[in-house]
């Protein structure tokens, strides 16, 4: 199901290159069992009613950023404008304060035309840091996009 969700050219559009498509079996299996096999947890799956919707996850970074954990998330397209990665980043920020209980900035990079990530950032109180002109490109276009930064309080 991980694979047959992911494997769609919308989700991939607001998502970084590393993220094959098409996504394959392999993929997946390859995925799973990387973070299966992580010392600390750090990608999860996206659950609306006991299935199977999306994933998300955060990398903690390190030497001067140490106290920084960068957040990712996707949502099956037919979840969108549910709530659902409202919902999910909530749970993240509070797995993140579990598991890194010493990061004081959660911060999302969201491609320009991603207005829907942008909301869901929002809703849990993450405001835009900045605009990075022509910073990324996708699918051969150069485009904006935009740091979201969430402070914890310390």
């Not at 919902?87 to 990061?103: F, G, Q, W, Y």
Request: glycine share 6%.
């Amino acid at each position: 199901r991980f694979a047959t969700l992911i494997n769609n050219k919308h989700i991939w559009d607001t998502v970084r290159d590393i993220l094959p498509h098409p996504y394959t079996l392999t993929d997946a299996e390859s995925f799973l069992q990387h973070s299966i096999s992580a010392k600390t947890p750090t990608n999860f799956a996206v659950l609306s009613n006991g299935e199977l919707v999306g994933g998300i996850g955060f990398i903690p970074k390190e030497d001067v950023y140490k106290y920084n954990a960068e957040i990712g998330y996707w949502i099956a397209e037919e979840f969108w404008g549910k709530g659902i990665a409202t919902a999910a980043i909530a749970a993240i920020v509070n797995k993140i304060r579990e598991l890194s209980p010493l990061t004081i900035r959660i911060y999302a990079e969201i491609f320009a035309h991603n207005k829907g990530s942008m909301r869901a950032l929002e809703k849990n109180g993450f405001v835009l840091e900045s605009v990075r002109r022509k910073n990324v490109v996708k699918n051969g276009i150069i485009m904006d996009d935009h740091v979201y930064v969430l402070f914890l309080e310390k």
